[in-house]
């Protein structure tokens, strides 16, 4: 900087030191006179909420000076904030730029306001922006640039409306508050009322009938559906084709849980407890507290669930297409789930573009079950064989801690964003077994007792990096670029021993592991999107390595496991492609096409080399000769919006290369052996319609259906058949401060390698009542025709199999919330003059 610069700059700063030091004096005394009772034209006091009463005083702007032309910063310059009240403007906050030439102003109105920046030598400069309620209260200006010639007037509007679903091309968003049937409950609850979105009898979730990867706040989670609360959900969002930004494994897509978050200066926060049948309780609370650069969060949650679920299988046996004889199990499983969680973490802002982020959770649960069967074998002329009783009893026991590092810049471009984080993971398991079965021989009438025990633990460490990087060229341009590395070791141990009468015991080998197993990903990808004659288009590819070790201690150290790619040759097996196109068609009317490939690795259920027994007569193990099948998807999108609807359809077509699928078949000694094998190919195309109707100020109906054709190959086997699903979901605003939600489901037969899962409808309903704005009482039906179950039929050449099987019973919820908050820019400093105290205001919810 030249001599001459640097004495202007002096003369300058001092002379805008003055003038900005006497503006500030003569706010001091316009806000004294202010606190006078104002006169109105006829001679009376103004009425509140007029003239200067300017509400809760919680916004705040923030940005950088610069000069037009040398890009150079701007110190000492005088940014102003204003706020009209009729033909006159008031000023309501003010400060000087920093050496950087950045400012942050704080404690001003949720209004509309004027930003106003003058320095000797330039041209004055004025942006009007718009402060609102309840999430947007803070505003990034970005780089303000003085010039000398040009007035800058810029209009930024911040608004926010909720509704409980948002259709769009890239995601569908849907707001939990609005799924008033899963208050008190789960994840699973949510997921039960999405559009395209089910929940398995084993409590994963799956979208348009596939697999899903479920992610927390944008990165994946070790946590399964029932440890996560409803109640501490904000948002699910629904991706069903990711882009290459995502990891490639996302092969039925992706659900996103958005969590509750603070963005409001002050403390807020709700405790909740319910309680209901068949023996349901639970209880949440969490609290937010932001003051300056601190954002803290806490929150803790408590759920016990008890059920009493009813099985059955009943299975033919085949011999060259003739009954040998049929075996029969009907049960009654009386499970108990037990998990208590808490979470605590803090976003502190470093500068107006940095932010650090911190958090930590700790989870511990009991699982128990008490499984009772009753099971008698038949022969051919439906005499007597056997018959018998198993008791198996089982308790489980988990312990998860988490901790996620983050850190997020943004930049004063708009949409351009540098952020890194590390999520690390531990969990620890302790299970156990004790199976006692009595079995009669019809003709002997001898009954022989057997006894298993089981023992097992799981240790696993997972650790995740994630770099990524957002480069906009200009409103419709951009690059997108990152890298992750993630890394899941396991150590997982079983025993199972049979005990005898005399108390002696023996090792089952064939049931009983030792294994450790090690996986790695490392992920790049680069996307890039823009316009090209009204076209957007958005090209993406994935780079993904993966490795995939386990090691059978118990089996000689025998080794399993796979790696791509292995050789040169393998490179197009770690290439993940994907492209968008989008075109606006009309001012209502948008329609996209989309392509992606992707990769489905096989779990370490899957693939772990150990049985695991069912019952008697039948038995699962894995296969550690499976290979990750690849997948093509396809994509076809159009948004329809008009007046208070949205109407997105979706035509789809996926092509599973080596899919990876159950299969069930006799073994030497005449027992159902079901394990994993790579299949010859699966083609799926079907037609997602999701419908969202405003009947009314106070009706929103949603409605989906899901119809498509499936194919399964697998050796000689080929299964073809049509699938519909259907959803409605009706929320509705009563008078009294009032709402209920109903939900109905039918999800028809669907065909599975070797047969079919029969068809279920149900349905949810919910009332509530809000008490102002602060509680509100929920009561809940889940499943209210207790219809909610799956019905399997497998057919092959050597039996037949019809089995029932259910995640829960129908339950009954009574739920109470308690809402509190207030806005308070100053929590902890309380030493302030009393015009910061009349700004405290209670949580607008």
Do not use: C
């Not at 040759?569 to 068609?585: R, V």
């Not at 096989?602 to 990750?628: C, H, T, W």
């Amino acid at each position: 900087m030249s001599i001459q610069r640097k004495r202007l700059l002096l003369m300058k700063k001092s002379i805008t030191l003055l003038l900005f030091y006497l503006s500030i004096s003569s706010i001091a005394i316009a806000q004294q006179d202010g606190n006078r009772p104002q006169q109105a034209p006829n001679g009376g006091n103004r009425p509140q909420g007029q003239g200067f009463n300017r509400g809760p005083s919680i916004g705040r702007v923030y940005g950088k000076i610069i000069e037009s032309d040398s890009k150079q910063t701007v110190p000492y310059a005088s940014v102003v904030v204003v706020r009209s009240f009729g033909k006159k403007d008031s000023i309501i906050g003010g400060a000087l730029t920093a050496e950087n030439g950045e400012f942050n102003i704080g404690e001003l109105p949720l209004s509309n306001l004027k930003v106003r920046v003058s320095f000797m030598g330039f041209k004055p400069f004025e942006r009007i922006v718009t402060l609102s309620q309840p999430d947007n209260v803070e505003m990034d200006l970005g780089n303000l640039r003085l010039e000398t010639d040009t007035k800058v007037l810029n209009e930024v509007e911040i608004k926010t409306q909720k509704t409980g679903v948002q259709l769009g091309l890239d995601k569908k968003v849907f707001n939990v508050d609005k799924n008033i049937t899963a208050t008190g409950g789960t994840a699973e609850d949510v997921f039960k009322n999405i559009p395209s979105v089910s929940v398995t009898a084993d409590g994963a979730a799956q979208l348009r009938n596939q697999n899903t990867t479920v992610y927390v706040d944008g990165r994946p989670t070790v946590l399964s559906l029932n440890q996560i609360v409803a109640d501490q959900i904000d948002q699910v969002e629904v991706i069903t084709n990711p882009s290459a930004k995502y990891e490639a494994s996302a092969t039925g897509g992706i659900i996103n849980i958005v969590t509750k978050k603070n963005k409001k200066p002050g403390y807020n926060g709700s405790v909740s407890v319910g309680a209901g049948l068949p023996n349901r309780l639970n209880g949440n609370g969490n609290l937010n507290v932001k003051e300056g650069r601190f954002n803290w969060q806490a929150s803790a949650n408590y759920m016990l669930s008890e059920n009493d679920v009813p099985a059955y299988s009943y299975r033919t046996n085949l011999k060259d297409g003739a009954v040998t004889n049929q075996f029969n199990q009907n049960s009654i499983n009386a499970n108990s789930r037990i998990h208590a969680m808490g979470r605590l973490g803090v976003d502190y802002t470093v500068n107006n573009r940095n932010t650090f982020s911190i958090f930590g959770n700790a989870m511990n649960g009991q699982f128990d079950d008490t499984d009772v069967q009753d099971f008698s074998s038949v022969n051919a002329s439906k005499a007597l064989i056997y018959s018998g009783v198993r008791d198996a009893v089982s308790a489980n026991e988990f312990k998860n801690y988490g901790l996620q590092a983050m850190w997020r810049k943004t930049f004063p471009t708009k949409g351009k964003e540098l952020s890194a984080d590390v999520t690390s993971n531990w969990s620890r398991s302790n299970n156990s077994g004790d199976w006692k079965t009595s079995t009669t021989d019809a003709t002997t009438k001898v009954t022989v007792p057997t006894r298993q025990l089981n023992i097992g633990s799981t240790n696993g460490n997972q650790v995740t990096f994630q770099l990524d990087y957002t480069s906009p060229v200009n409103d419709s341009t951009k690059w997108e670029m990152g890298i992750r590395s993630y890394y899941n070791e396991r150590d997982q141990v079983f025993l199972a021993d049979s005990i005898y009468t005399d108390g002696s015991k023996k090792r089952i080998t064939s049931q009983s592991t030792d294994l450790n197993i090690a996986e790695t990903i490392h992920a790049a990808y680069l996307t890039f999107g823009s316009k090209w004659r009204g076209i957007g288009y958005q090209a993406g590819l994935r780079y993904e390595q993966s490795n995939f070790d386990g090691t059978s201690r118990l089996a000689g150290d025998g080794k399993f496991g796979y790696k791509y790619p292995s050789v040169s040759g393998d490179l197009w097996k770690a290439l993940f492609p994907s492209i968008y196109l989008s075109k606006k068609m009309s001012e209502q009317g948008e329609a996209q096409l989309n392509f992606s490939r992707k990769i489905n690795r096989p779990g370490f259920r899957e693939i772990m080399p150990f049985i695991r027994q069912a019952d008697n007569q039948s038995y699962s193990v894995g296969n550690p000769a499976l290979k990750p099948e690849f997948i093509t998807l396809v994509e076809a999108n159009y948004n329809h919006l008009w007046k208070n609807h949205n109407w997105l359809i979706s035509l789809y077509y996926r092509h599973q290369d080596d899919p990876i699928v159950s299969y069930s078949a006799l073994d030497a000694n005449n027992l159902i052996k079901t394990t994993f094998i790579n299949g010859s190919g699966n083609d799926v195309y079907g037609l997602d319609n999701t419908l969202k109707l405003g009947l009314s100020k106070n009706i929103e109906l949603t409605l989906n259906s899901n119809i498509y054709n499936q194919t399964i190959r697998v050796d000689s086997i080929e299964n073809t058949g049509w699938t519909w699903n259907g959803k409605a979901n009706l929320n509705w605003k009563l008078p009294k401060d009032f709402s209920t939600q109903i939900s109905g489901n039918y999800e028809s037969d669907e065909i599975i390698a070797q047969g079919t899962r029969k068809g279920a409808g149900f349905m949810d309903f919910a009332l509530k009542k809000d008490f102002g704005r602060k509680a509100s009482l929920t009561f809940s039906v889940n499943d209210v025709f207790n219809s909610r179950k799956r019905i399997s039929l497998t057919q092959t050449n050597f039996f037949i199999q019809e089995s029932l099987r259910r995640r829960e019973v129908r339950n009954v919820r009574l739920n109470f919330q308690y809402r509190f908050g207030k806005m308070d820019a100053s929590i902890f400093n309380k030493k302030r003059p009393n015009r910061q105290q009349n700004q405290q205001q209670e949580m607008d919810f």
